[in-house]
Nanobody, 125 residues
Framework: VQLQASGGGLVQAGDSLRLSCAASGRTFSSYTMAWFRQAPGKEREFVAAIRWSGGTTFYADSVKGRFTISRDKAKNTFDLQMNTLKAEDTAAYYC???????????????????WGQGTLVTVSS
């Protein structure tokens, strides 16, 4: 399985940005796809996740209402639309995929087997 993240950049507070992750190497019907982020000196934290099959979504409280995760089954991609960006959203963003993840483990980085390379998002205030 390969995950390829793209779409990071430098934006101003209040702007929007869309990240995309291209997934390949297998079928993902039983998988959960997610975005995590890691700021300098901080631990990797959960941002959002989506069940590939049913489309159920999950969000961290800090991004709920501002970020939207979606997937395109035909293209094997999943995106993170980020609106009303804040300085505290600055981080390297990583896409991830894992199979058979139970509800209580959706937000844990250790639940995900496959990771893309990070894409840097910098929000200037």
């Amino acid at each position: 399985v390969q995950l390829q993240a793209s779409g990071g950049g430098l934006v101003q507070a209040g702007d929007s940005l869309r990240l995309s992750c291209a997934a390949s190497g297998r079928t993902f019907s039983s998988y959960t796809m997610a975005w995590f982020r890691q700021a300098p000196g901080k631990e990797r934290e959960f941002v959002a996740a989506i069940r590939w099959s049913g489309g159920t979504t999950f969000y961290a409280d800090s991004v709920k209402g501002r970020f939207t995760i979606s997937r395109d089954k035909a293209k094997n991609t999943f995106d993170l639309q980020m609106n009303t960006l804040k300085a505290e959203d600055t981080a390297a963003y990583y896409c991830a995929a894992g199979g058979g993840i139970i509800l209580s483990s959706t937000r844990l980085p250790t639940s995900y087997t496959y990771w893309g390379q990070g894409t840097l998002v910098t929000v200037s205030s």
